[in-house]
């Protein structure tokens, strides 16, 4: 869980995980000014608290080598904002049991009307479809949502894309799909029950946009790697030291 300020929500996503279906739940705070450490702790999730604001990505970064040294099989990253809904998480890992997938997105579209319904913005409703459009038609998939916060993962999948290398934005996530498609690992997504309301973490108007310029990069860094025409470090075997 990358978590900051999540102090109203936290306990809600923490009880609406599936009873046995996680080893170990591991929040990364990121210098959170409210309550969330004190409120993770006493529900007995494991903590580690960054000593300064660091960045989305950054706490991703932190979360994920957290979690490989666990020797997880199975990776799940959720936010701890009651936005996605905690209770497929048994039927995600399934899949990736199974050696269906190897990642797993959870996609908040499944229909215009349930979408809008749910509380997204329309801006960033269309924005989603615009890119995602794009994204598929890119990398030759057809996966309903590329911009979800929720992700599963098979171990294999953080022990080879140099996640490391990436931002600590935003577009850290969209660093990630584009390194993992790089690599050729399967993946494969499932509707997900999204909630918006005020105490949700998101993203302003200007964070969008910054957001979306960034991953309009990684799909021409992709495009750049592919044909040879330059390296870059996103999609290199070589990783930043922790």
């Known amino acids: 869980m ?14 609406d995980i599936p009873a046995g279906c996680v080893d170990e739940i591991i929040l990364v705070d ?5 309550e969330t450490i ?11 608290p960054h000593t300064e604001n660091r960045g989305y990505g950054a706490n991703q970064k932190t979360c994920y080598q957290l979690a490989l040294q666990t020797k997880a099989s199975i990776i799940v990253m959720l936010h701890p904002d009651y936005q996605y809904d905690a209770r497929i998480i048994p039927l995600c890992a399934g899949f990736i049991n199974a050696g269906i997938c190897d990642t ?3 996609s908040r579209i499944r229909t215009r009307k349930e979408t809008l319904e749910s509380g997204m913005p329309r801006y960033k409703y269309f924005a989603n479809r615009l890119m995602t459009f794009c994204q598929n038609l890119l990398f030759g998939h057809n996966l ?20 490391e290398n990436n931002a600590d934005s935003f577009v850290f996530d969209s660093q990630c799909l584009a390194q993992i498609i790089y690599c ?19 993203i302003d108007f200007k964070q969008c ?10 799909m021409m860094q ?13 999609f290199s075997n070589e990783k930043k030291p922790s």
């Not at 929500?9 to 923490?14: N, Q």
């Not at 990121?30 to 409210?34: G, L, N, P, V």
């Not at 309903?144 to 996640?163: K, N, P, Q």
């Not at 499932?190 to 005020?198: E, G, M, W």
């Open 222 to 234: 992709y495009v750049l790697q592919k044909t040879g025409i330059c390296q870059f470090a996103l």
């Open 104 to 106: 797993i997105i959870g």
């Open 2 to 15: 990358p978590a900051y300020n999540a102090a109203k929500t936290i306990e809600k996503t923490f009880r």
């Open 38 to 48: 004190d409120i993770a702790r006493s529900l007995g999730i494991t903590v580690v």
């Open 209 to 218: 946009i910054r957001y979306g310029l960034g991953t309009v990069w990684v």
């Open 30 to 34: 990121d210098c959170s000014t409210d």
């Open 144 to 163: 309903g949502d590329f911009h979800s916060g929720f992700r599963v993962f098979h171990r294999s999948v953080l022990e080879t894309i140099a996640f």
């Open 184 to 202: 050729n690992f399967r993946i494969g997504d499932v509707p997900i029950p999204a909630r918006y309301f005020p105490e949700a973490s998101s």
